[in-house]
């Protein structure tokens, strides 16, 4: 079992503090939910992590070692950002030629994607183009992915077959994921954290939700 | 061979404006037949090259994700994209003053 953790970080901009006490912690076959208000740094947090966005300090640490310079070259944690992920220019084959993810994968569980994959990202609808990307991350040989609003601009019943799959390769991995459909997260998360005033806090009930004026009511 | 698609596919963030450049300065190198022209071309690529990166980091860099995630750094995806770049650049030259 691999571990992911992270913490001692801070991030401001200017003199406004985005980040400064955070802890999380995440392991293989551990679906870990984040939720924060617009603008509490989900997506800043999880560009750190992943660490294409510098902070004045933090700790990342897998299976207890710190992860220093330029970790992304270990292919340790695959991240999804909330904007698109795939270039315009590549094709939905090439992307999984890339991230050597099997077709039959993407067959198995969504059939209907495969009459586009030979498009390129900017021949397809926004709902497919997420749903690839989304698919695309979790496949990936990776052992922790950070999805950062992977059910933005999908369908319901798209969500719901989602959130299976998502169990399904938690089995594999540890899966960091945040999402503005709070009830969605917290069916599939094992582990959840609220994000404010730069601060995690560790929720143990829903109710806490409430408390750290994430939620108005339940 | 992954290697090598992944770099070409890199280059395709700047391959129209980089070609069309690298085209026009061997054109212009070829039909004035002056082994001269070549220093002033080079500069052309340099000055050039050093702009389309600029609009690349400005516009679209958070596209680099997707490499970021093949374990590419940004530093890598931009040398690649240098080296591939000058690459067919000293060949289309060397056509150009051969031919």
Not at chain 1, 51 to 74: I, Q
Not at chain 1, 98 to 115: Q, R
Not at chain 1, 173 to 200: F, M, P, S, W
């Amino acid at each position: 079992m691999a571990t992911l953790e992270f913490d001692s970080l801070y991030l401001a901009f200017g003199t406004h503090r985005i980040l400064s006490s955070i802890y999380v912690k995440c392991t293989t076959g551990q679906v870990v939910g984040l939720l924060g208000r617009n603008g509490s740094g989900k997506s800043c947090l999880m560009q750190i992590v992943f660490g294409n966005l510098s902070a004045e300090s933090k700790s990342v640490r897998y299976n207890g070692t710190s992860l220093m310079g330029n970790y992304m070259s270990k292919k340790t944690i695959a991240y999804l950002p909330q904007f698109d992920l795939l270039p315009s220019f590549i094709t939905f084959e090439q992307a999984l030629k890339f991230y050597s993810v099997d077709k039959n994968k993407i067959k198995a569980g969504f059939p209907e994607l495969l009459e586009v994959l030979k498009r390129k990202s900017s021949e397809v609808s926004g709902g497919q183009r997420r749903l690839f990307e989304v698919l695309l991350i979790l496949h990936s040989q990776h052992p922790f992915c950070l999805l950062d609003e992977p059910f933005s601009g999908l369908m319901p019943v798209t969500i719901d077959r989602l959130k299976e799959l998502i169990l399904e390769e938690r089995k594999n991995k540890g899966i960091i994921i945040t999402d503005h459909l709070h009830r969605q997260i917290r069916t599939i998360a094992d582990e959840l954290y609220v994000l404010t005033n730069g601060t995690t806090y560790q929720i143990k009930n829903d109710e806490q939700l409430i408390e750290y004026g994430y939620l108005s009511e339940l | 061979m992954l290697w090598m698609l992944t770099t070409l596919a890199i280059f395709r963030f700047i391959a129209f404006p980089s070609l069309l450049i690298t085209s026009i300065s061997s054109v212009i190198l070829w039909q004035s037949g002056n082994p001269l022209f070549l220093i002033q071309a080079i500069w052309t690529k340099l000055i050039t090259a050093l702009l389309i990166l600029l609009f690349i980091y400005l516009f679209e860099s958070k596209h680099f994700i997707f490499f970021n995630n093949l374990g590419i750094s940004n530093r890598a995806i931009y040398l690649r994209m240098i080296a591939i770049d000058f690459s067919f650049a000293a060949t289309a030259f060397t056509i150009a003053l051969l031919i």
